[in-house]
């Protein structure tokens, strides 16, 4: 047996708030200029963003929540070969550039959104180039 | 209270072969052409890579399953500053070029592996250009 039988569970850092209720609004891809929302961390991790500068870019790693996680192909592809939200592990990746950050360290503004409102968020990462 | 309580819960889709067994072996990032790997996937998971493409890349999902998640600061910096996989939700992003794909869709070869060897696979995504 080559792979994992166990699962991993994950608690989110936090939670991205978007103008974006459901599917049909959100933009396919991150990217837009246009489109802004707010990561808002637990309390508990705001240390994990010191020496995070406005104006970088970041990697937004969140939870598609809302998505079916029994897809495994759609229109002839596999999931695994495109981006799409449902897919068995929906974990999504956005890459956003960051407006503004409160003097508490609990809110990151972004520009570049494509979640559903109130997504959670795992992790933030800088992008490699 | 606009932190999600909940955790989420992944199944691997499968594992990432390495030549790396420990982290002072391991690349800081992937890319390199020199650094090849095998993804074996669950055997109920391979319809989800109809139409991948050797040649082409691919996005890694994968969990830092030896990473420490305690961590939020390192020399100073916090770690969603940066891609250290030592981090609450160690979940990690390697960019690979596909070498090869096997004609069952279990064994996806890749250069660009940095992945320790056997790191759980929780998803894979076109990467976005």
């Known amino acids: 047996m080559s792979t994992h039988p166990r699962t991993f ?5 936090g939670v991205v708030h978007t103008p974006f209720d459901d599917s049909d ?6 990217g837009s200029e246009a489109d802004r929302g ?18 970088t870019e970041l990697d937004v790693i969140w939870v598609a929540d809302r998505a079916d996680r029994d897809v495994l192909e759609a229109r002839g592809r596999g999931v695994f070969t495109t981006r799409s939200p449902a897919r ?8 956003c550039t960051v407006r503004a950050i409160s003097d508490d360290r609990r809110r990151i503004d972004l520009v570049g959104v494509d979640m ?7 992790d933030l990462k800088a992008p490699i180039h």
């Open 38 to 55: 707010t990561v808002v961390l637990a309390e508990e991790y705001t240390a994990g963003i010191v020496g995070l500068e406005p104006g």
């Open 9 to 13: 569970e994950f608690r989110p850092i």
């Open 88 to 95: 068995p592990n929906p974990i999504c990746v956005t890459r």
């Open 25 to 30: 609004e959100a933009p396919r891809q991150g």
């Open 116 to 122: 559903l409102d109130e997504s959670p968020v795992l």
